[in-house]
């Protein structure tokens, strides 16, 4: 870029008004923020435009002498040189600035950018972060509640026997099973249907007595062979009406016998 070139470039930059003998006066127009006709608002802008006078404007050859430091005549010399230089078919090219023709100015992209400079894309940034914590904590609620209620779930939703993997409460409570006739080794009759909190299944009947026994030793005195209309020996240590119930007496059990789970006799039709 020519000296005389970086001259105008900088003035204009600093938003001076350029009077370029025989060619022009250049000068920024700012327009500040406003609503469109449809109530949108608009950012401010800055256009380059070139006019026939301004009350305002220095001349390029005033701004040659004082940043060249030489006298007017010199710098009045060196723009002549300049203009004669810059002076080609299309108009009076400024390196930098644009090309004015007759009067008209096509201002140079670059310099239009740095007039009006983009800001960062940064309104849907917020938004978006929110969002993904948003996501990210649903996740984490549903991935606890899954884990803390495996068992029901998959009970309820797919009739399967399952081991729940919830953790036991750390406040021990004693729960009495609801059970009404409790039934014996070789019967299934009557009305048993509830939430049982199974202990094991067994094919022998005497090892089904066995851990009848170990149960009655930690304290479980309603422990009882359960046949659910199957040719196996299902030891329960209670028959609750209530799941929340069973699931309760499962915790307090799940150190002494860690294969116990709930199973919901008759409700789901689980026997069939």
Known sequence: ?????????????????????????????????RKDEKGNMLPPSSELVCVAQDATAVSVVDLIAEVGGVGKEQAA???????????????????????????????DATFEAKLNPTAPERRHKAPVKWLWILLLVAVGIGAWWTYAYWDVVKVRIWGCETEMVQKADSTEVSHDPVVDNPLGAQS??????????????????ANADRMIARMAEEGYTS????????????????????????IRLKREIDEIVPDVWVYPYHIYNLEK
């Open 188 to 205: 299934a009759e009557g009305d048993q249907s509830g939430y049982h909190v199974i202990v094991g299944v067994f094919d022998v009947e």
């Open 223 to 246: 422990t009882y062979k359960f046949i659910p209309g199957r040719a196996r020996f299902w030891v329960t240590v209670g028959r609750f009406t209530d799941e929340s119930d069973a």
């Open 1 to 33: 870029m020519a000296t005389v070139d970086k001259i105008i470039y900088n003035a204009l930059s600093a938003r001076k008004v350029v009077e370029i003998p025989e060619v022009g006066v250049l000068k920024v127009v700012s327009t500040p923020a």
């Open 77 to 107: 010399i060196l723009f002549e040189e300049w203009k004669a230089s810059a002076s080609k078919p299309e108009g009076v090219v400024i390196e930098g600035v644009g090309v004015v023709l007759a009067g008209v100015l096509s201002v």
